[in-house]
């Protein structure tokens, strides 16, 4: 399998600070624009299936990727959303004293949210079930930071407590993975946004 892993473009939400989780997001303009850009830059991929989150701000971003791809069928699930951040989501980093570029709200677990280990189950589950149905396939993921990050670890062999050591992928980062039937990976691009500097 060749899976490539995409996060969504800037949202109005990253600019403030808000803390989205499950709420849908908006593009920014920027956002929209690097949409764009990683659509052109996956535009000579062949890719056969793509699978999206459901939120506004990830399918938004599919949707301009999968204009190249008018063959490939697109899902928009559930399971690719972001970390469910509970009492955290539509609050600004500001509210609890965070800079609005610092990471730290994906460091807690806020009530009625998801905890790290379920965010890891998670992707563990969603790979388990694409990876037989897809080992031959080109497939396309756009998701999120923190999802994205968790699918990276089950991928890497990493555990769930692992997950906050990876680098915090970029907006509508590229990351490209071949992945052999026995779970064995080379990594082709990891957290790239070279399209965003084109």
């Given at each position: 399998?060749?899976?490539?892993?995409?996060?969504?473009?800037?949202?109005?939400?990253?600019?403030?600070?808000?803390?989205q989780g499950h709420l849908?997001?908006?593009?920014?303009?920027?956002?929209?624009?690097?949409?764009?850009?990683?659509?052109?830059?996956?535009?000579?991929?062949?890719?056969?299936?793509?699978?999206?989150?459901?939120?506004?701000?990830?399918?938004?971003?599919?949707?301009?990727?999968?204009?190249?791809?008018?063959?490939?069928?697109?899902?928009?699930?559930k399971d690719l959303r972001?970390?469910?951040?509970?009492?955290?989501?539509?609050?600004?980093?500001?509210?609890?004293?965070?800079?609005?570029?610092?990471?730290?709200?994906?460091?807690?677990?806020?009530?009625?949210?998801?905890?790290?280990?379920?965010?890891?189950?998670?992707?563990?589950?969603?790979?388990?079930?694409?990876?037989?149905?897809?080992?031959?396939?080109?497939?396309?993921?756009?998701?999120?930071?923190?999802?994205?990050?968790?699918?990276?670890?089950?991928?890497?062999?990493?555990?769930?407590?692992?997950?906050?050591?990876?680098?915090?992928?970029?907006?509508?980062?590229?990351?490209?993975?071949?992945?052999?039937?026995?779970?064995?990976?080379?990594?082709?691009?990891?957290?790239?946004?070279?399209?965003?500097?084109?």
């Amino acid at each position: 399998m060749r899976l490539i892993i995409t996060r969504h473009g800037e949202t109005k939400e990253n600019k403030l600070g808000i803390i989205q989780g499950h709420l849908p997001g908006k593009l920014s303009d920027e956002g929209t624009n690097q949409a764009k850009k990683v659509a052109l830059r996956l535009k000579n991929e062949k890719i056969d299936y793509i699978f999206s989150s459901d939120l506004a701000r990830a399918s938004d971003t599919a949707k301009e990727i999968a204009k190249f791809h008018p063959n490939a069928p697109i899902k928009f699930v559930k399971d690719l959303r972001e970390r469910n951040l509970g009492e955290f989501e539509g609050k600004k980093k500001s509210d609890f004293g965070w800079d609005a570029k610092d990471f730290k709200a994906t460091l807690l677990t806020p009530k009625k949210g998801e905890t790290i280990e379920q965010l890891y189950a998670r992707a563990e589950l969603f790979f388990s079930k694409i990876m037989p149905k897809h080992h031959k396939d080109t497939v396309l993921l756009v998701g999120h930071n923190g999802i994205n990050k968790a699918l990276i670890a089950v991928i890497t062999g990493k555990k769930h407590e692992d997950i906050r050591s990876i680098e915090n992928q970029h907006n509508t980062s590229v990351n490209i993975f071949e992945i052999d039937e026995d779970k064995s990976h080379k990594i082709h691009a990891f957290n790239c946004i070279k399209h965003l500097s084109d």
